[in-house]
């Protein structure tokens, strides 16, 4: 009874570390998003192309928002807000 008790625990704890680390990976993922949208922001400033950065901006926020949801924060237009 013991050693089964045993391997559930070690089971339960695989598949935990399992999760945390695939959430981990995917929120590390949307963060990458997140920072390619502002350096394209950046680019398109230095080119002087402002409708390139609105349609970065616009992204930049759609990631960043798909971020805060992962991590449990509030969405961009609720921080700003409030």
Known sequence: MVGSMLLFDTLSNAGAYAYITNHVAHSLQKWKAFAAQTEAITKALKKKDSAGAMKAYQ???????????????????EITSS
């Open 59 to 77: 992204d930049a926020i759609i990631a960043l928002d798909e971020y805060l949801g992962l991590v449990e924060l509030p969405s961009a237009k």
